[in-house]
């Protein structure tokens, strides 16, 4: 045995398994040993201890150590593990030492299952303490691993001692709850917490939480919704009751505000319960309540005699009533933390997404057969009216035929047979008041609007003139069939139902994009947008704008005003003078219609799509959106081109010419004056007065013959292309201070015409900003610093322009060469000589 000990690597071996009690005393068997033991290999002893509670070894020379107790220290085992997270090898033993005097008298009990009286009487009546002690003694007694004997009867012991302490602090949290005493049990749910029971508070929470069995019924289909008169056109629309779903939802969203001060007061921010509770809420509750809605939505369908399968319609609502009441409405939450709402938001998105999925793939659908059928429905209108018109017009000179067949004795200064027919377009003004807003001319005259809406004539025949009358009467009727259709051109395309169809669109695509909060659907709500917008462009072209102009074209080659020469039977709507101006003017109007149908999808597009970023035109140039959308522009350009476009290119044309050849270089940079030359008058220029004159002669060229809507649009293009024109042609000018004044005046001249004689208000601030423009040239050379200081105002401009565009107007000062340096200098911050390459 002696010699045994003397092998130093068993000594340290055994050394390592023994409990302190029997290390010290194996310390004493001889001196040898003693001296094996010792220096390094007592310091690994006491040092793996303490790793084994948790401690962190760290060598002299990387840290110094923190731990500031001496060994005089009475150190509390509420705290010792706070103080001490650290040591080193040379400080292993004194540092256990501190410990062994914390927990070895906890630890003797529990070896020898003393659990009565267990802790001293300064923490008996403090279970809080309690708790941290017991955790610490867990923590103390991973130093006794080494002799798994001791570890495993002290740790036994302390799970049947630390379940005791459970179930007793659960017994007195359930007390104090139903005493109301939430103070107390917030105080318990931290003993929970700090013992590591997060599943035992979790639990007794959801115990206090659960919902009342009166809210998990849903209201009956009966007080949940009606049917409700939308339009005449659309008849019924099944809509929700707005104050009962509320009362419902409110009950549920106040008993949810009170889970979250509950949780606020028994858990405060120390554990965040309410997060949990609040998606077992959305996922027990919430998506059967949805269920049932739905279900029930469907139910009143079917009893209504509609599809019920259309109860997909209801889920924008349901969705957004959902994140407003379980979102928006709910109370913050000091458990949950700062970021509250925006995790309940992402929760009711990640349980609601599949049905709002099922929603957007539903409604594009149901959207593309509604468009199909709305214009079905209007061409078929359109067709039976022109058969009735026509079979009007056949009856009418077919009587003629008829009555002058049988009367041989037809007098000629005092017999007349009289014919009248009435010719109208079908009614495409569902809500009655739409077309004269949208195109349709209620300015022209009626003779001219009812092209063969009418006509009489005397007609003088003897009795062997039957047979020629009524091929006479044939050629009538051909020709006035024509000239009828010929009338009916513009009704061809309606613009009333091309303005519905375009709202619906933006009323589907605004319902679809509302869900753009929900990222992970961003791609899908992007593509079922854009499929919209196909499907406007798509039937629009296919089924109504194309077709209207194909057969618009066709009438106008079947014309022919030389075959009223071959009648001898005249008829006042069948005049030469008529007959060479009508069908152009019907003619155009469509193509004013068509003209009007591309600015509304363009503002749609721009307005919509564009902000929206379902379309981004600098990325998805190939998309077959904007290729679609191209195409339809291209099917109908040749007709637009001969219509407002062409007129406003060429009167910008000339607007530029006038600039070009009228404006005088010394207009606004004025050589100086000497003592015999003649006093300049403060007026526009003639080149100023010249342009306006020329645009309040086109301007106005369409009142009083197509309607207000397409006037604006017409004016303000005008108007934006005007400013843009002068915009090009004050960066071509060079003006002085001296000159500046005649600039403003020109720009006062321009804003006057537009603002009060245009009245066109959405092209007003463009001219508002381009008035400011002339201060950057009145302002003298000497003030160049306040010149650079205007400039970098942009408020000063309206926010028309950008700071680039005013530099570069600035740039056309006379004198720019002289006050640059000052202007880049206060832009900037320093001029180009400020700069110097070191």
């Known amino acids: 045995m002696d010699n045994i000990l003397k092998v130093p690597e068993i000594v340290t071996n055994i050394a390592s398994f023994l409990s302190i009690a029997d290390y010290l005393s194996f310390q004493q068997v001889n001196k040898q040993v003693y001296t094996i033991i010792n220096g390094k290999n007592d310091s690994n002893y006491w040092s793996l201890k303490l790793t084994r509670m948790g401690l962190k070894r760290v060598y002299s020379n990387e840290t110094k150590d923190v731990n500031l107790l001496n060994e005089n220290d009475d150190d509390s085992p509420l705290c010792i593990f706070e103080v001490y997270k650290s040591f080193t090898s040379q400080e292993s033993k004194r540092i256990f030492k501190k410990f062994y005097r914390c927990y070895s008298s906890y630890a003797r009990k529990l070896y020898n299952n003393n659990l009565a009286n267990f802790f001293p009487a300064s923490y008996s009546d403090d279970p809080l303490k309690q708790t941290r002690i017991l955790n610490s003694i867990k923590r103390y007694n991973f130093s006794n691993k080494n002799d798994m004997e001791t570890f495993s009867r002290i740790d036994t012991n302390f799970n049947i001692l630390r379940e005791i302490f459970i179930n007793s602090v659960l017994k007195e949290t359930e007390l104090n709850y139903q005493s109301n005493n939430l103070a107390a049990v917030a105080r318990f749910m931290k003993i929970l917490l700090t013992s590591n029971e997060e599943s035992n508070a979790i639990e007794f929470f959801k115990s206090k939480a659960d919902l009342p069995p009166t809210l998990t019924i849903i209201p009956s289909k009966d007080r949940l919704f009606w049917e409700e008169q939308t339009n005449e056109s659309s008849g019924k629309a099944v809509v929700f009751n707005s104050k009962n779903l509320d009362e419902y939802f409110n009950q549920l969203r106040d008993f949810m505000n009170e889970k979250i001060k509950l949780a606020d007061i028994l858990f405060k921010d120390e554990f965040p319960v309410i997060l949990q509770f609040i998606e077992s809420f959305i996922q027990d509750v919430l998506l059967d309540i949805l269920n049932n809605i739905l279900l029930s939505y469907s139910e009143f369908l079917k009893a209504n005699g509609k599809d019920c399968k259309a109860n997909y319609e209801c889920v924008p609502e349901l969705y957004f009533t959902f994140i407003k009441k379980f979102d928006t409405e709910l109370n913050n939450s000091v458990n949950a933390g700062p970021t509250f709402h925006k995790v309940v938001h992402d929760l009711l998105n990640l349980y609601l997404e599949p049905f709002v999925v099922n929603y957007m793939n539903q409604t594009t659908r149901v959207f593309e057969s509604l468009i199909c059928s709305q214009l079905a429905n209007y061409d078929i209108q359109v067709q039976n009216k022109e058969r009735e018109q026509n079979e009007k017009l056949y009856n009418s000179l077919k009587g003629q035929t008829d009555a002058t067949s049988t009367d041989n004795t037809v007098s000629s200064n005092n017999q007349s047979t009289v014919a009248e027919i009435s010719i109208n377009a079908p009614d495409?003004?569902?809500?009655?008041?739409?077309?004269?807003?949208?195109?349709?001319?209620?300015?022209?005259?009626?003779?001219?609007?009812?092209?063969?809406?009418?006509?009489?004539?005397?007609?003088?025949?003897?009795?062997?003139?039957?047979?020629?009358?009524?091929?006479?009467?044939?050629?009538?009727?051909?020709?006035?069939?024509?000239?009828?259709?010929?009338?009916?051109?513009?009704?061809?395309?309606?613009?009333?139902?091309?303005?519905?169809?375009?709202?619906?669109?933006?009323?589907?695509?605004?319902?679809?994009?509302?869900?753009?909060?929900?990222?992970?659907?961003?791609?899908?709500?992007?593509?079922?947008?854009?499929?919209?917008?196909?499907?406007?462009?798509?039937?629009?072209?296919?089924?109504?704008?194309?077709?209207?102009?194909?057969?618009?074209?066709?009438?106008?080659?079947?014309?022919?005003?030389?075959?009223?020469?071959?009648?001898?039977?005249?008829?006042?709507?069948?005049?030469?003078?008529n007959t060479q101006v009508e069908p152009l003017v019907q003619f155009t109007e469509l193509i004013n219609i068509g003209d009007i149908i591309l600015q509304m999808i363009s503002i749609f597009y721009k307005n919509e799509l564009i902000p929206k970023k379902i379309i981004d035109k600098n990325k998805d140039f190939l998309n077959d959106v904007i290729q679609l959308k191209k195409n339809f522009e291209t099917s109908i350009d040749d007709f637009v081109a001969e219509g407002l476009n062409i007129g406003i290119n060429k009167l910008m044309d000339e607007v530029s010419f006038v600039f070009k050849t009228m404006q005088l270089p010394d207009d606004y940079n004025p050589s100086l004056p000497s003592i015999n030359s003649p006093i300049r008058d403060i007026k526009p220029t003639k080149c100023a007065v010249r342009v306006v004159e020329l645009l309040s002669n086109h301007c106005f060229l369409l009142t009083g013959a197509t309607d207000k809507g397409t006037i604006d649009v017409y004016q303000q293009e005008i108007g934006e292309r005007f400013f843009n024109e002068i915009v090009k042609h004050l960066k071509k000018s060079f003006i002085s201070t001296e000159g500046a004044i005649w600039l403003i005046c020109d720009l006062n001249y321009f804003y006057?015409?537009?603002?009060?004689?245009?009245?066109?208000?959405?092209?007003?601030?463009?001219?508002?900003?381009?008035?400011?423009?002339?201060?950057?040239?009145?302002?003298?050379?000497?003030?160049?610093?306040?010149?650079?200081?205007?400039?970098?105002?942009l408020g000063k401009f309206n926010g028309i322009f950008t700071q680039e565009e005013i530099y570069e107007f600035v740039q056309r000062r006379s004198d720019w060469v002289r006050v640059r340096k000052d202007v880049e200098k206060v832009m900037y911050g320093l001029g180009i000589r400020d700069c110097c390459i070191m």
């Open 428 to 577: 495409t003004d569902p809500k009655g008041k739409s077309i004269s807003q949208l195109g349709h001319s209620t300015n022209i005259s009626d003779d001219k609007l009812d092209f063969l809406s009418s006509f009489t004539k005397i007609f003088k025949f003897s009795n062997n003139e039957n047979q020629k009358l009524k091929q006479q009467l044939q050629i009538a009727y051909n020709l006035n069939l024509i000239s009828n259709n010929l009338q009916n051109i513009k009704s061809l395309i309606s613009l009333d139902l091309c303005y519905k169809i375009l709202h619906e669109t933006s009323e589907k695509t605004d319902e679809i994009y509302k869900f753009h909060t929900i990222e992970s659907l961003l791609p899908l709500i992007k593509l079922r947008c854009q499929e919209i917008f196909k499907i406007l462009i798509t039937q629009l072209n296919t089924n109504h704008v194309k077709p209207a102009f194909e057969k618009a074209i066709t009438l106008l080659q079947k014309y022919n005003p030389n075959e009223i020469e071959q009648i001898e039977i005249k008829f006042d709507s069948l005049s030469p003078a």
């Open 752 to 793: 006057d015409f537009i603002a009060n004689k245009l009245k066109q208000k959405n092209v007003v601030p463009y001219f508002v900003g381009l008035k400011s423009i002339g201060q950057l040239y009145i302002i003298s050379s000497k003030d160049s610093k306040e010149l650079g200081k205007l400039i970098s105002d």
